[in-house]
């Protein structure tokens, strides 16, 4: 159960981390490679976030049908699919995959 | 701006599938739909419900989606030019106020495409305003499905998050040393996901930027 405190504490967390970024940038100068290296850390962070959501599912693995529809995803992403065709085949492919009994 | 579209389409499938399957798990339709308005950042909305469905306490599912959201600092850092415009105090207030809200990873990462200024704040908006409205719609209409849908996992809607989150991270892959702290962290973040609780791989997963070469 998740009570509407936890969503609140939650939210009012989440919209800290989202202010302090705008309110330290007002206040003190950002040196050029400083902000490379945030913005680096975002994309870090971005691919850590794929790479665990496709792979695993709690601490374990996540079955290979998932990372293999994030693959084919991935692949069509680099070349520049349009975005819903990278994510319905994301979802076909794991679905279809699933239906043939792969994990 | 045609992207922006595509990018709703994508996030609104993604907002359907957790509607869907937080309701599918048997909680009730306002927890989905309040993180989704109060919380807005599918990553924590998804990895707390995931928690609490897990069997985890509220308390585990409230930090898990805390750690996950702390990328939001950087991102704030990286957008501050385009988040805090406005003109006169009160509106530049509101703009304020409404702009943090609206710091996701799509917004950010369309933002970030553009040098120049204007067109990084016309980008951050279009794409943080739309997607509010089409994330907190979709969610609604995932919880109006999740009760005759069972099984999301059979229609491989688990696969189209982290689907997202790499079409939106590849363009960013530019410079040799991003790919291999991307690709470093990444390795970093699965290796410790059976060892530490639900979101502390990611922030490891930053360690990946002192390898590569930097500076």
């Known amino acids: 159960m998740m009570p509407m405190t936890a969503i609140v504490a939650l939210g009012v967390l989440t919209y800290a981390f989202r202010f302090t ?8 100068t950002v040196p050029a490679a400083a902000e490379r290296l945030f913005a680096d850390a975002a994309t870090v962070l971005l691919i850590a976030l794929a790479a665990t959501a496709a792979l695993t599912a709690g601490h374990g693995f996540a079955g290979w049908a998932r990372p293999a529809g994030v693959l084919v995803a991935g692949v069509l992403a680099a070349r520049r699919a349009p975005f819903p065709v990278v994510v319905l085949a994301a979802a076909g492919v794991t679905a279809l995959l699933r239906l043939a009994g792969v994990p | 701006m045609r992207d922006v579209g595509l990018v709703c389409l ?43 469905l897990a069997g985890g306490s509220p308390l585990a599912a409230v930090a898990a989606g805390a750690v996950l959201n702390t990328r939001l600092f950087p991102y704030g850092l990286a957008v501050a030019d385009v988040v805090t415009s406005g003109y006169g105090p009160v509106r530049r207030w509101l703009v304020r106020v409404i702009g943090t809200h609206i710091i996701t990873d799509e917004s950010v990462a369309f933002a970030l495409r553009h040098d120049n200024r204007s067109r990084r704040r016309a ?30 996992n059979a229609f491989g809607l688990d696969s189209t998050f982290p689907a997202v989150m790499l079409a939106l991270a590849l363009p960013t892959l530019t410079s040799r040393s991003v790919k291999v702290a991307a690709g470093a962290g990444a390795v970093l973040a699965v290796a410790l996901t059976p060892l530490l609780p639900a979101g502390l791989p990611l922030l490891a997963a930053l360690g990946g930027l002192t390898v590569g070469g930097r500076r």
């Open chain 1, 21 to 28: 970024g705008p309110l330290l940038r007002g206040r003190v």
């Open chain 2, 10 to 52: 994508a996030d609104g499938i993604v907002g359907v599938s957790f509607g869907a399957a937080a309701v599918a798990g048997g909680l009730p339709w306002w927890v989905p739909v309040a993180l989704s308005v109060l919380v807005f950042a599918g990553g924590s909305q998804i990895a707390a419900v995931g928690v609490v």
């Open chain 2, 123 to 152: 980008a951050f908006w279009t794409c943080g305003v739309a997607l509010f409205v089409i994330w907190n719609v979709t969610v609604l209409l995932g919880v109006g499905l999740g009760s005759a849908l069972h099984d999301t």
